[in-house]
């Protein structure tokens, strides 16, 4: 089993990178967040990987942080998402925003992400729920969100903002903001 490849940055073609560990090229299929983090060509680079072994090809993923891929090997043992689907889903969100939506069950989120559809989406949600969201959910390095706040960010998603905007819009709000209330103010600091 090969855990960890360190060596220098030989090629990328995404989303596979060569990495050249002393002669040695291994070609390393990573999510997005991973790529877009890699150094120069020729740089040092330093990749944990997960090793597919399947009747017709070997395959190496890599992953810059532990936590991405304990996330992509959680994400492959569910039935009917392979390896692929996984680093889509990886290159789609965040770990982070991954176990946010698993513990706010927000399919919605999950679908935005090219290849997900609403029923891969909820088998995804069902059978991570209380396994990946719990364990990486202290990850999200920003405060905790209440009811109110959820309800709030899940109204705009469903009106089309993106993460973003839902989420500088629910750090505008007042704390002690009702969900009606704070709809209202969060779609009027929006639309400025």
Known sequence: MIGRLQGQLA??????????????????DVPMSTFYNLPELGGAVTLLTHFVVREDAQILFGFATAQEREAFRQLIKITGVGPR????????????????????????????????????AERLLLELKGKLGADLGDLNSGPAHSDVQSDIQQALLALGYNDKEAAAALKALPPDVGVNEGIKLALKSLAK
């Open 11 to 28: 090629a990328t073609n995404p989303p596979q990178v060569l990495v050249d560990c002393h002669g040695v090229g291994y070609e390393v």
């Open 85 to 120: 689907m996984a680093l889509s889903l990886l290159s789609g969100m965040s770990v982070a925003d991954l176990a946010q939506a698993i513990t706010q069950q927000a399919v919605g989120r999950l679908t935005k992400v090219p290849g997900i559809g609403k029923k891969t």
